[in-house]
């Protein structure tokens, strides 16, 4: 059965410093997703993607987030300067309708 | 925001017994979904719900999308150790607005 992967599964980093997680989607795919977990709490929405731009974005994804669908396969999201409260579970996401979404295992950020 | 009031937040079930969890909402979803969390890894999409009133289920799960759309459950039947996890809802208003709001989840454990 077709999976959503990630990585890296932890990614430790310092305060400041640029990380970049990795999705790939499932490939027949077109809309994708980026959700954060921290830990104990609810999933948070961060972005959705179609049609090689941002459809909609939530208040935490300010300007030291982006995303990015470099080639057929594969689907980045991007923190410029890391703070330690980013430090949380990311979560991609994909859907073939944009109803059903279907999400990767994690990727578990520590920034200290 | 929107919120989602997921309700209970825990259960301590033994094996064999029906469990019924449930999310409400002040306004309108066109989709309901449900998830389960298992330690470590992502939420694994158990049922979608498209229409109000539609009752959908998955084996020994059973969910509802409530005639006024702001709200739904989740029954599991005959409930079984392997059925331990966090089940979370999920709403989403329209398919361009790709964000899933999710509840604060039901933490089910089952005593064997």
């Known amino acids: 059965e077709p999976e959503v992967t990630q990585t890296p599964s932890h990614q430790v980093t310092q305060m400041g410093q640029e990380v970049i997680l990795r999705c790939v989607p499932i490939s027949n795919h077109l809309y994708f997703y980026w959700y954060r977990q921290i830990l104990g709490q609810k999933v948070e929405f961060l972005v959705s993607?179609?049609?090689?731009?941002?459809?909609?974005k939530s208040e935490i994804f300010d300007d030291q987030f982006s995303v990015e669908r470099p080639d057929g396969s594969n689907f980045t999201l991007k923190i410029r300067s890391t703070k330690l409260e980013d430090s949380a579970m990311y979560f991609c996401?994909?859907?073939?309708?944009?109803?059903?979404?279907?999400f990767g295992p994690g990727t578990r950020l520590t920034v200290t | 925001g929107q919120q989602l009031n997921q309700s209970p937040q825990s259960m301590f079930i033994q094996e064999g017994e029906d469990v019924s969890m449930n999310c409400t909402s002040s306004?309108?979803?066109?989709?309901w979904l449900w998830y389960k969390q298992e330690p470590g890894e992502g939420p694994v999409l158990l049922i979608a719900l498209y229409k109000a009133g539609e009752l959908t289920s998955n084996g020994r799960l059973t969910a509802q999308f409530g005639i006024t759309r702001k709200d739904s459950f989740l029954n599991i039947s005959a409930s079984i150790p392997s059925d331990v996890g966090i089940y979370f809802c999920?709403?989403?208003?329209?398919?361009?607005?790709?964000?899933?709001?999710f509840g604060k989840g039901t933490k089910l454990s089952v005593k064997p």
């Open positions: 993607f179609y049609n090689n731009e941002i459809s909609e």
């Open positions: 306004s309108i979803f066109n989709t």
């Open positions: 996401a994909s859907s073939g309708d944009g109803y059903e979404q279907y």
């Open positions: 999920a709403g989403q208003r329209e398919r361009s607005q790709g964000n899933l709001i």
